[in-house]
T-cell receptor
């Protein structure tokens, strides 16, 4: 079965502190993993996907197939990072519907 | 990036009536669109996959006679909630799937802003 697990509903960190949003998945096959972000009163938008291996807004995520994890990390949190973050997976190439985790609300405290 | 719009952004209707929600791709053509439902403080749940010119594929547990999906053109998909009841009150979000511009054989999904439906 396809499943995405985000164990933390809420994560509060101080500005400048490191951030790690956890994501674990189960999927039979080779999935593609994504992180989506939703800022207050805005639509869901793609933050990054594992095949791109990019760093967006200082965030990175490495796919660990052994641990079936795709944790999102940023070394120094900023106030503008406060948002709802969703981990999601799809079939390889992103051609199947996304399966979302329940989301983690990140709150960066000044 | 590609822009997806939804109309209306919010709607209030009486129990028993039907409501139509539109999802449009504004600057691109989308052969595939997805409809999601989001309850308060919960994640997005896929309802159905909408393919242009063919019948939608519904996820298990989603009543296709209640949630009618029509994808009549490459830029428009509609979701009609028929005989709405208070338990249908939710946030409905559509997304459109497009090939990546990177040149590789991958896809990206762009999301609409969502439609909040309240059934009284």
């Amino acid at each position: 079965a396809q499943r995405v697990t985000q164990p933390e509903k809420l994560l509060s960190v101080f500005k400048g502190a490191p951030v790690e949003l956890k994501c674990n998945y189960s999927y039979s096959g080779s999935p593609e993993l994504f992180w989506y972000v939703q800022y207050s009163r805005q639509r869901l938008q793609l933050l990054l996907r594992h095949i791109s291996r990019e760093s967006i807004k200082g965030f990175t995520a490495d796919l660990n197939k052994g641990e079936t994890s795709f944790h999102l990390k940023k070394p120094f949190a900023q106030e503008e990072d406060s948002a709802m973050y969703y981990c999601a997976l799809s079939g390889l190439s992103g051609n199947t519907p996304l399966v979302f985790g329940k989301g983690t609300r990140l709150s960066v405290i000044a | 990036g590609a822009v997806v719009s939804q109309h209306p952004s919010w709607v209030i209707c009486k129990s028993g009536t039907s409501v139509k929600i539109e999802c449009r791709s504004l600057d691109f053509q989308a052969t595939t669109m997805f409809w999601y439902r989001q309850f308060p403080k919960q994640s997005l749940m896929l309802m159905a996959t909408s393919n242009e010119g063919s019948k939608a594929t519904y996820e298990q547990g989603v009543e296709k006679d209640k949630f009618l999906i029509n994808h009549a053109s490459l830029t428009l998909s509609t979701l009609t909630v028929t005989s709405a009841h208070p338990e249908d009150s939710s946030f409905y979000i559509c997304s459109a799937r497009v090939p990546s511009t990177s040149g590789t054989l991958v896809y990206e999904q762009y999301f609409g802003p969502g439609t909040r439906l309240t059934v009284t």
